[in-house]
């Protein structure tokens, strides 16, 4: 009954498939929910929802899936480490140079890709590795 499910879900196996990466249940499944969230989600959350699936299977399957560029850590700021879906353009080189909105309210964390993270100019000397725009406050469902 599974198998079937996996193989219906064709939008994970494409994604699988594009990355270069083997169909397994646990990656199906995984991308399954990524696929159906609107916001980044937490490897603890993702224990919840596959609560059959060992905690070493998970981290591998993520760490996968970041190294081949499917999704990327969304930094919020808090000490919980968030993936979102990387928009397509982070192909094994990740590019996610943009903002992250976390809400303080909530605790839900979604990307800004329209909001890209600014160039800065270092002094001289300095080389940057990452950068990371952070915007907190309240997202619209709880302003409302």
């Not at 199906?28 to 993702?46: G, P, Q, T």
């Not at 560029?69 to 969304?74: N, R, T, Y």
Request: proline content about 1%; aromatic content about 6%; charged content about 30%.
């Amino acid at each position: 009954m599974i198998e079937l499910w996996i193989m219906e879900n064709k939008e994970a196996i494409h994604l699988l498939e594009n990355h270069s990466l083997r169909k397994t249940t646990i990656r199906v499944r995984v991308l399954d929910l990524f696929l159906n969230s609107d916001e980044a989600i937490s490897h603890s959350y993702l224990e919840d929802k596959l609560d059959d699936t060992d905690r070493v299977t998970l981290y591998r399957t993520l760490k996968a899936f970041e190294e081949k560029g499917l999704i990327h850590k969304a930094i919020d700021g808090t000490e919980v480490a968030r993936y979102a879906l990387c928009a397509g353009k982070c192909r094994h080189k990740h590019e996610d140079d943009h903002a992250h909105f976390h809400c303080g309210t909530c605790g839900k964390t979604i990307c800004l890709d329209e909001v890209n993270v600014p160039s800065i100019h270092l002094p001289l000397g300095f080389s940057q590795e990452t950068a990371h725009l952070i915007i907190k406050g309240t997202c619209e469902k709880c302003t409302l």
